[in-house]
């Protein structure tokens, strides 16, 4: 039985789809509140880390995306707190949350009951219906291994309409200890070098791009926020 999802919070790759799911599955049943996402834990991954990046995002969404009527997606929502936050913070958004686990889809349904969740792995599929923002939440580690599946899945879930597109990703980063992906992402900025090659591949351009970090040095991360404002080719 696993008892605390700490030693599970950044896997190496599990290549087989089935197993990755089971993997989360398996969280979801055996913990009631994985990497204490509910906010109500103190520590590393704890209330102030939750507090302060949820207050940070639900600024920078406002300042960015205004009062528009997108459709926002939250990709690996867990047990549903940010998509439930952005759901009544925004209500000209229509805002659904996805997740791999059918066990935490199931669980955030029971947790807000009028907020819309769906199981979904996004490697293996798009956001349907297409929308015009997509927000990855703690959860790009798990999609790292394999990039071209996760751009294509995104490249297919964005409308590409006479709206502008977004996608908003927000990690922890390690100052020293970061056991994976050391290559490929040990910061923010970095996101930008990893996604724009595979984004052009399809066609689509980062016509704006914006980071940042909310350091907490005491716990050996700081928060890291990259925004991407994308625009097909025509
Ligand atoms: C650390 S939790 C983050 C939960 C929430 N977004 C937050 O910020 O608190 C990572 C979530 O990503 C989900 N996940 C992992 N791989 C995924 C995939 N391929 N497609 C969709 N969700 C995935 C996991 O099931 C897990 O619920």
Same mark, same amino acid.
């Given at each position: 039985?696993?008892?605390?999802?700490?030693?599970?919070?950044?896997?190496?790759?599990?290549?087989?789809?089935?197993? #990755?799911?089971?993997?989360?599955?398996?969280?979801?049943?055996?913990?009631?509140?994985?990497?204490?996402?509910?906010?109500?834990?103190?520590?590393?991954?704890?209330?102030?880390?939750?507090?302060?990046?949820?207050?940070?995002?639900?600024?920078?969404?406002?300042?960015?995306?205004?009062?528009?009527?997108?459709?926002?997606?939250?990709?690996?929502?867990? =047990?549903?707190?940010?998509?439930?936050?952005?759901?009544?913070?925004?209500?000209? %958004?229509?805002?659904?949350?996805?997740?791999?686990?059918?066990?935490?889809?199931?669980?955030?349904?029971?947790?807000?009951?009028?907020?819309? %969740?769906?199981?979904?792995?996004?490697?293996?599929?798009?956001?349907?219906?297409?929308?015009?923002?997509?927000?990855?939440?703690?959860?790009?580690?798990?999609?790292?291994?394999?990039?071209? #599946?996760?751009?294509?899945?995104?490249?297919?879930?964005?409308?590409?309409?006479?709206?502008?597109?977004? =996608?908003?990703?927000?990690?922890?980063?390690?100052?020293?200890?970061?056991?994976?992906?050391?290559?490929?992402?040990?910061?923010?900025?970095?996101?930008?070098?990893? =996604?724009?090659?595979?984004?052009?591949?399809?066609?689509?351009?980062?016509?704006?791009?914006?980071?940042?970090?909310?350091?907490?040095?005491?716990?050996?991360?700081?928060?890291?926020?990259?925004? %991407?404002? =994308?625009?097909?080719?025509?």
């Amino acid at each position: 039985m696993i008892r605390e999802a700490r030693d599970y919070t950044f896997i190496d790759y599990i290549d087989d789809d089935a197993a #990755r799911k089971e993997y989360f599955e398996r969280i979801y049943s055996d913990i009631d509140d994985p990497w204490g996402q509910l906010g109500t834990k103190h520590g590393p991954l704890g209330s102030d880390f939750y507090s302060e990046t949820q207050h940070f995002l639900t600024r920078r969404i406002t300042s960015v995306l205004g009062a528009e009527k997108f459709r926002f997606a939250e990709i690996g929502c867990g =047990l549903g707190n940010l998509t439930h936050l952005l759901t009544r913070t925004f209500p000209s %958004f229509t805002v659904s949350g996805y997740d791999l686990s059918q066990n935490a889809v199931r669980k955030a349904k029971q947790r807000f009951p009028e907020t819309d %969740f769906c199981q979904l792995d996004i490697l293996q599929n798009a956001v349907v219906p297409q929308c015009e923002c997509i927000l990855l939440s703690n959860v790009v580690w798990y999609l790292l291994h394999d990039i071209e #599946r996760l751009v294509n899945s995104l490249f297919l879930s964005f409308t590409f309409g006479d709206s502008s597109n977004y =996608l908003l990703i927000q990690n922890p980063y390690f100052f020293n200890g970061q056991r994976y992906y050391n290559n490929l992402l040990r910061a923010p900025e970095q996101c930008l070098d990893l =996604l724009s090659g595979h984004l052009e591949k399809h066609g689509i351009e980062v016509s704006a791009y914006f980071s940042s970090r909310l350091v907490k040095s005491a716990w050996g991360y700081y928060y890291g926020y990259s925004e %991407f404002k =994308l625009t097909q080719r025509t």
